[in-house]
């Protein structure tokens, strides 16, 4: 059955799904009411932490007289999620008290530290842990049941799926995540990202690293490693680099370089700190204003704001021998207002590049920047 429970992003009425932690209470609820009542069953009723009801039907079940399996299917509605269509097992036995949660086949296991889970753990993380804890509560008291529980989570795909998702990156080796804090997954959650970055930082200041660099995607990632040289861990912070300042100051950095293609980080001369198109899209107009700035004649300028991308706009002023001027004036514009988000509390630098150009500009800091990250060495 699926959730009809909705959201709207950007005019579309979306589908919301249900998390792997959801999932994974489901099978543990039922495998539970399978192993005391001794029947079968085929639906259990899962009450979310944010107050859904959900109904979800139960499948790959083996009984005996000392355990239960089964699994319940995820469905993550309209969200393009990796695990989508997963099934999530759940093995149950009696114990003599407590509940015992542990991680089976496909399953991550957390091999560094700052994380939700701690290092050695399954990748079970503490809001599925309580759901799980819950369900079997109720159960137990449904069928006057005193004792503990052994549970053994799996998910046979598991370790296929994992290399898609970021868990590799974070030092969750084997498997995925069993992931869910609402118990709902919100179709193209913005929320899920920012909690990714939230989670990268926080590991590496665990690990203690006082400056960190950032990088908004893949071209980034490759600038810094092939151009820069800088064999350093970055964390990947998508569009969203007023929240990356805003938890870097959070977490008590010392200091951030932001390396990123022009596209994306020539937005931030105009103070447009999330550069997602469909919240601001003002590349040209920017470029515009800072090549009128240089003196650019109004037949140029009007040729800049017809531009598609960022390489033709910089091949005119090439052309023109007002590139470097201009970059110039956006560097300094960009310095503003990263510092201006931070408010002096850490040391933050951007370094601005094309893959037709190369590099192009950076801000004052980030030589200073860079000796930094050579003398942490956090991998």
């Known amino acids: 059955m ?40 085929d639906q259990v009723a899962l009450s979310t932490p944010k107050g859904i009801l959900l109904q979800l039907p139960v499948g790959h079940i083996r009984l005996s007289e000392e355990s239960v399996s089964c699994a319940v299917q995820k469905d993550s509605g309209d969200d393009p999620d990796v695990t989508d269509g997963v099934w999530v097992f759940a093995e149950v036995r009696r114990a003599d008290k407590g509940v015992y949660i542990a991680g089976g086949e496909g399953i991550g296991r957390v091999t560094r530290p700052g994380l939700a889970c701690a290092v050695g753990e399954a990748a079970i993380n503490p ?46 080796t084997g498997g995925i995540s069993i992931l869910g804090t609402s118990g709902i997954v919100e179709p193209m959650s913005e929320r899920a990202l920012v909690d990714t970055i939230r989670t990268e930082l926080r590991q590496l200041r665990t690990l203690g690293a006082r ?17 820069m040289r800088l064999p350093c861990r970055a964390v990947s912070c998508s569009n969203y680099i007023g929240e990356l300042l805003d938890m870097a100051v959070e977490f008590g950095f010392e200091g951030l370089l932001l390396v990123g293609h022009a596209g994306k980080l020539v937005k931030l001369a105009g103070g447009v700190m999330n550069t997602h198109s469909r919240y601001a ?40 021998q007002l590139l470097s001027p201009v970059m110039d004036s956006l560097i300094q514009k960009i310095h503003f207002h990263i510092n201006a988000r931070v408010r002096g509390q850490l040391t933050v630098g951007a370094v601005l590049f094309s893959n037709a150009f190369g590099l192009l500009g950076q801000t004052a800091e980030v030589d200073g920047l860079l000796q930094r990250l050579k003398g942490e060495e956090i991998e």
Not at 2 to 12: G, N, P, S
Not at 211 to 227: H, I
Not at 306 to 319: G, I, N, S
Request: with cysteine; aromatic share 6%; charged share 25%.
């Open 211 to 227: 400056t960190v660099v950032a990088v908004p995607g893949n071209y980034g990632e490759t600038f810094l490693r092939e151009q």
């Open 2 to 41: 699926k959730l009809e429970e909705y959201v709207y992003r950007d005019q579309k009425r979306l589908r919301c799904g249900y998390t792997t932690g959801s999932c994974a209470a489901a099978a543990a609820k039922a495998a539970a009411q399978m192993l005391l009542s001794g029947e079968r069953v």
């Open 281 to 320: 899209d003002a590349r040209m107009e920017i470029i515009t204003a800072h090549a009128a700035l240089c003196g650019v004649s109004p037949v140029l300028a009007g040729k800049l704001m017809d531009c598609v991308t960022t390489d033709e706009a910089f091949e005119l002023l090439q052309k023109e």
């Open 127 to 172: 809001g599925p842990r309580r759901m799980i804890a819950n369900v079997l509560q109720e159960v137990g008291e449904t069928y006057g049941y005193t004792g503990g529980w052994q549970v053994t989570l799996s998910v046979p795909e598991g370790k296929r799926l994992a290399e898609k998702t970021f868990n590799p990156r974070l030092g969750i």
